[in-house]
């Protein structure tokens, strides 16, 4: 069976802008760069051959398309409520991520790039760059903010392990935000022979559009799946968000169908009525960084303001600006959940079903089980649980070893 | 020239007095409040006493992506020592009331959009500023600016990079007034040893589509090289080398190393 979605083409839009959102604020010496990617991106995105490529690389080396998994015992802590995940963390390399590397990876290689750089948070994109880098045999350097880097020290470990550079950056907040303005300079520097492979839906155009063309597959297998296995459209679907393209990869096939709400989950941190949190669309306003007019966390003179999250790939002060405008128009609904909400549904599907989630992927699973409670147990919640949590068996144990004293956790 | 309407551009003005009298002009950067907004002043003024031109002043910025080591660690010092957005304006109001050079905002767009492109136009009117220099608003993405800078008659100073097609360098010389900023290398910036080719061909490509004021920066440190610019470009700018000497040497050195590069401006 299969259900068409109503024409009201919100899938359509193609930048540069979302409504006021997205667009191009960026020093002059990158704009041959990106008019060099526009380009190219648009011959390949018309050339069957780039699509069948991909494909082929998803099939035999993402290990796409991924399956769905319904956890009934952990869905008894939401409400009785049918939940859904869509395993990305079983793709190769541990998350979404892949999907988005692969696709710019074949689009360096076309405009003869022999240089990846990245930015990288939880290191999944940086994991993932650096395996693309390995597997196309160009030369990759990832840009992680010193605080990353020591949070999530495994992942540097693996960037080395195949062939990249690991470059901690120690200059503003020492994290996400700063690592892409250092990939952004090392690209000005060296925009001859590198591709700046930006690893989420923000940046200047084409980023955001290119990005979420390539993650878009998620919600395209996961809502054939849906129906195939309920035989309806999903009710809601839930999505961690930072800087947004695991939530615009699952959401986008949905964005026509306007009986399915689509919920993204920002980091809380601390709470949102503190300082410390990353709920860039709960708290921020309208602003230009890092090449796109989007909602970011700002003062009043428009400096950026530091992001707090237990989850380094949600700690980022901005959001993708497709997002920001599909909370402006009302489509997509953007709630804060904290730290501590997350580890506690973290646990949860650990301990009910036996996935081990990235502690993002945990901030998408704390909100279903919010929504579940209030949607009631007719309800079908789609989620994407964007990555495994291997990366974080250190923060989670330290976490819980401090909240339950080294018992029950 | 879409500004062609407006007041006489006081920076224009200023690099064509250098051409009649010296080589070219001496534009000096130094960003606002670094180390204390009083010292920021001491040393805008004692540049301009010292032979410099034309001043940029670097609004602090939380995520200078065009900035190499020095500038990002100067523009950090001055936000953790509570720079305001305000602030700026006081700076150009006191140098501009002790000497008479044309200055210069240089700043990332989102503190302007934040403060309102209008207001902030206003308010840099208001202080005696002559226009803003926009490291990351190109022409194609900065109608609002073109239309605020029309309607005040402030300077605005596109850059012009060595990969821009000509039809973008044309963009940034129709729609520049003041000058065009030439890039003179792939990078960020910070003091370099040598300056390539590209800078010289770079101008040669801004006058085929009709600059009549080209100044170039980025890794300019030394009397030398600005003599050497000085004989294709209208004008030489220096931003790293300066803040330097200001963090080592306070206001004299700054004020010593003025000089010795505004000797690099001698026919
Ligand atoms: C597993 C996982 N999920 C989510 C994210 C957040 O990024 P985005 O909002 O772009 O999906 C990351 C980023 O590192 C991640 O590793």
Not at chain 1, 340 to 365: D, K, N, V, W, Y
Not at chain 2, 22 to 48: C, H, K, M, Q, W
Not at chain 2, 202 to 218: E, K, P
Request: aromatic fraction near 6%.
């Amino acid at each position: 069976m299969t259900i068409e979605a109503t024409p009201t083409h919100l899938r359509d839009e193609q930048g540069p802008f979302f409504g006021e959102f997205g667009g191009r604020f960026m020093p002059e010496s990158l704009i041959a760069a990106l008019d060099e990617l526009s380009a190219a991106y648009d011959v390949a995105k018309a050339d069957p051959e780039f699509h069948r490529e991909l494909a082929e690389l998803h099939r035999t080396y993402t290990g796409r398309p991924s399956i769905i998994t319904e956890v009934p015992r952990f869905a008894e802590h939401a409400g009785g409520a049918r939940i859904l995940l869509k395993r990305e963390d079983l793709n190769h390399t541990g998350s979404h991520k892949i999907c988005n590397v692969l696709g710019q990876a074949l689009i360096a290689k076309r405009i003869g790039k022999t240089r990846l750089i990245a930015e990288t948070g939880a290191g999944q994109h940086g994991v993932a760059t650096a395996t693309a880098a390995a597997l196309f045999g160009m030369e990759c350097v990832v840009y992680m903010g010193e605080v990353d880097t020591e949070r999530q020290a495994l992942n540097v470990a693996r960037m080395r392990l195949l062939g990249a550079t690991v470059i901690p950056v120690t200059t503003g907040t020492r994290t996400l935000k700063d690592a892409l303005n250092e990939a952004f300079r090392d690209w000005v520097a060296n925009v001859e022979n590198t591709h700046y492979l930006l690893g989420t839906v923000a940046g200047p155009h084409p980023f955001p559009v290119m990005v979420r063309d390539f993650v878009k597959v998620i919600g395209e297998e996961a809502r054939q799946q849906v129906i195939d296995l309920t035989g309806s459209l999903p009710d809601a679907v839930v999505a961690c968000v930072g800087g947004g393209s695991n939530a615009i990869g699952i959401f986008h096939a949905f964005l026509d169908d306007p009986d399915v709400a689509l919920h993204g989950f920002e980091a809380g941190g601390d709470g949102v009525d503190t300082l410390r949190h990353a709920a860039s669309i709960t708290m921020g306003r309208p602003g230009v960084l890092h090449g796109s007019r989007s909602i970011m966390l700002q003062d009043e003179d428009g400096q950026t303001i530091d992001s707090h999250s237990i989850s380094a790939g949600l700690d980022y002060p901005g959001v993708g600006p497709e997002h920001a405008w599909l909370a402006s128009i009302g489509r997509a609904t953007y709630t804060p959940v904290t730290d501590a909400a997350a580890m506690q549904a973290f646990r949860l599907l650990c301990q009910t079903e036996g996935i081990i989630p990235a502690i993002e992927s945990a901030h998408a699973l704390a909100g279903a089980i919010e929504l579940g409670r209030t949607l009631g147990e007719k309800a079908t919640i789609l989620v994407n649980l964007s990555g495994r949590g291997d990366k974080d068996v250190e923060t989670a144990g330290a976490y819980f070893g401090v909240l339950d004293a080294g018992a029950g956790a | 020239m879409t500004g062609a309407s407006v007041a006489p551009s006081p920076v224009a003005s200023a690099i064509e007095a250098s051409r009649q009298s010296r080589a070219g002009a001496l534009i000096g950067y130094l960003p606002v409040g670094f180390p204390t907004l009083d010292d920021s002043v001491d040393a805008a003024v004692a540049l301009v006493e010292n032979g410099v031109d034309v001043l940029e002043l670097g609004i602090p910025y939380s995520d200078p992506v065009m900035d190499g080591p020095v500038i990002q660690k100067a523009t950090q010092a001055s936000l953790d020592g509570g720079f305001r957005l305000r602030d700026a304006f006081t700076a150009v109001e006191r140098i501009r009331a002790r000497v008479d050079a044309p200055v210069l905002l240089m700043t990332y767009w989102n503190p302007v959009v934040q403060y309102g492109v209008g207001r902030f136009a206003d308010d840099l009117v208001s202080a005696g500023g002559a226009g803003l220099i926009t490291p990351d608003l190109t022409v194609d993405s900065g109608a609002v600016w073109l239309a605020e800078s029309d309607r005040t008659g402030l300077d605005r100073v596109f850059l012009a990079a060595p990969t821009s097609t000509d039809e973008r360098l044309r963009l940034a010389v129709e729609n520049s007034r003041g000058f065009v900023y030439t890039v003179s290398t792939m990078g960020t910036t910070g003091a370099r040893a040598e300056l390539g080719a590209a800078a010289e061909t770079l101008v040669g490509r801004l006058r085929s589509v009709g600059s009549v004021s080209a100044c170039v920066g980025i890794g300019v440190s030394t009397p030398e090289q600005i003599a050497e610019i000085l004989g294709y470009a209208d004008g030489a700018i220096v931003g790293s080398a300066l803040v330097r000497a200001l963090a080592d040497d306070g206001v004299p050195g700054v004020a010593r190393l003025a000089a010795r590069l505004a000797s690099g401006t001698a026919r």
